[in-house]
T-cell receptor, first 108, second 113 residues
Framework: KDQVFQPSTVASSEGAVVEIFCNHSVSNAYNFFWYLHFPGCAPRLLVKGSKPSQQGRYNMTYERFSSSLLILQVREADAAVYYCVIFCRDNYGQNFVFGPGTRLSVLP | KAGVTQTPRYLIKTRGQQVTLSCSPISGHRSVSWYQQTPGQGLQFLFEYFSETQRNKGNFPGRFSGRQFSNSRSEMNVSTLELGDSALYLC????????????FGSGTRLTVV
């Protein structure tokens, strides 16, 4: 069964580098997407790819079955839910498989 | 370029009623997906439509249904509402190849009383 795994919660101190890990069992995975979701707002794409990528303070590592989102100089305002999403191709075409989300808490 | 538009933003319904939510995707996007988020839960996939056809369906009861129109706009309907249906319903659209991921709307907050 195609599944994506993430820790349910991660805690960090302000100013640190926080890592959110994701691994999956999705066959025919093509690439990773990392989304940020503040409650009540539209989830926002942070970084994506099938190789290590960086967008501002957000770095993404890449292995075939795992990826980590690294947030540099984390701030209290970064406290939100982060989703790891796998883009794959199957017999029915293309599909996205969402992870359960990781809730980040940031301590001042 | 306008984003994904969901209407209404907020809705209050009573148990047993039915509700219809609307989603207008980004112009040119033909894939529309719906997600439910309940308090403390992650995004739960409801269904996806592409070119007016349901392409994927999540594990939700038959009370949840949807459709897509020729202009790619999509509606989601929930019949016989239950208290547990109270949630944020998010719509997301993507281009035909979906290689750039989804763009989400801000959601419709449904409260069932």
């Amino acid at each position: 069964k195609d599944q994506v795994f993430q820790p349910s919660t991660v805690a960090s101190s302000e100013g640190a580098v926080v890592e959110i890990f994701c691994n999956h069992s999705v066959s025919n995975a093509y690439n990773f997407f990392w989304y940020l979701h503040f409650p009540g707002c539209a989830p926002r794409l942070l970084v994506k790819g099938s190789k290590p990528s960086q967008q501002g303070r957000y770095n993404m590592t890449y292995e075939r079955f795992s990826s980590s989102l690294l947030i540099l100089q984390v701030r209290e305002a970064d406290a939100a839910v982060y989703y790891c999403v796998i883009f794959c191709r199957d017999n029915y075409g293309q599909n996205f498989v969402f992870g359960p989300g990781t809730r980040l808490s940031v301590l001042p | 370029k306008a984003g994904v538009t969901q209407t209404p933003r907020y809705l209050i319904k009573t148990r047993g009623q039915q509700v219809t939510l609307s989603c207008s995707p980004i112009s040119g996007h033909r894939s529309v997906s719906w997600y439910q988020q309940t308090p403390g839960q992650g995004l739960q996939f409801l269904f996806e439509y592409f070119s007016e056809t349901q392409r994927n369906k999540g594990n939700f009861p038959g009370r949840f249904s949807g459709r897509q129109f020729s202009n790619s706009r999509s509606e989601m309907n929930v019949s016989t509402l239950e208290l547990g249906d109270s949630a944020l319903y998010l719509c997301a659209s993507s281009s035909w190849d979906r290689g750039n991921g989804y763009t989400f709307g801000s959601g419709t907050r449904l409260t069932v009383v």
